[in-house]
């Protein structure tokens, strides 16, 4: 076992006493995932900075089609404003460059859609939202717009401060609407559930929250962090297998979970068992 996966077996260990561990393990993870440190690098792959010019070169040619409308750009990001290194072959980028905020939908009013409000928002990674059918007339005015395939974050305290955010996915007739309270990104050429884990890791969370700003006695997350905020983007297929892992590792949470009724040392063994199989071999090969 290598010197790093020593120390997170260590880590482990001690977050295993901790009445939040499953949570905290949880959290880790998506730590991980989106600083580079679970799945190998792939030289050979596409890099993110091709990636980036492929999704411009989409974006700009559904604007000149009118499909969408142009948005304002960020700031250009330096190194100053890179939070942590990144792999070789990543490139930080923004949500608002591989995507466009606040999509509307063009829908006649009496289509059926789906209606989505806060308290059917999952905090957890993995956890699908749920939804309701109403006629699309009865709240498409007034309320946040999206459609199949776009990310939604909850940007008032204490949803955000929670992790509260989803891919929106099995939307009745493809689009719904729900909370003013969601800040919402429509990815191109990128795995939705990779910008999902970045929304819900602790280094997006916690660095929102001094952010946060008040309006009407509420605290709210500023559209411009969520659109403007250093984003890690690997190369697409890197994501797709982080995807893959983080999926793997979650179910190995939920096995946890059913064993936290155990002894302190069949615990133990767990987690290490757990970091062996899991863990190890990424980081050892990413080293």
């Known amino acids: 076992m290598t010197n790093t996966a020593h120390k997170l077996l260590q880590h482990f260990d001690r977050l295993a006493e901790a009445p939040d561990a499953i949570p905290r393990l949880r959290r880790f993870i998506l730590d991980l995932a989106v600083r580079g440190k679970l799945v190998e690098q792939d030289p050979m792959e596409e890099p993110a900075a091709e990636l980036l010019e492929r999704i411009q070169t989409e974006k700009a040619r559904l604007i000149k089609a009118g499909t969408v409308r142009k948005q304002k750009n960020g700031s250009l990001l330096t190194a100053d404003d890179f939070p942590f290194p990144v792999p070789q072959g990543w490139k930080w980028s923004q949500l608002a460059e591989i995507g466009f905020i606040s999509p509307r939908n063009a829908v006649e009013g009496s289509i059926p859609a789906s209606f989505v409000p806060m308290t059917l928002i999952p905090a957890e990674y993995g956890i699908p939202h749920q939804h309701e059918i109403r006629p699309w007339g009865e709240f498409k005015i007034g309320y946040t717009h999206f459609a199949e395939g776009d990310v939604g974050l909850a940007k008032i305290t204490p949803c955000f401060e929670n992790g509260k ?17 969601l800040h919402i990104v429509r990815p191109f050429l990128v795995n939705v559930d990779f910008v999902l884990m970045f929304l819900k890791c602790p280094h997006f969370i916690e660095s929102g929250i001094p952010r946060m700003t008040v309006t009407a006695g509420q605290k709210r997350v500023p559209a411009d962090y969520f659109a403007y905020s250093p984003f890690p983007l690997p190369p697409l297929a890197e994501q797709h297998r982080i995807v893959a892992k983080v999926d793997e590792l979650m179910v190995i949470c939920d096995q946890i979970e059913t064993h936290l009724t155990t002894t302190q040392t069949d615990s133990r063994r767990l987690l290490e068992a757990v970091l062996h199989e899991a863990l190890t071999p990424p980081l050892s090969n990413a080293a």
């Not at 955010?165 to 309270?181: D, H, I, M, P, Y």
Request: aromatic fraction near 12%.
């Open 165 to 181: 955010s989803t891919v929106f996915r099995g939307l009745e007739n493809g689009f719904g609407a729900g909370t003013t309270e």
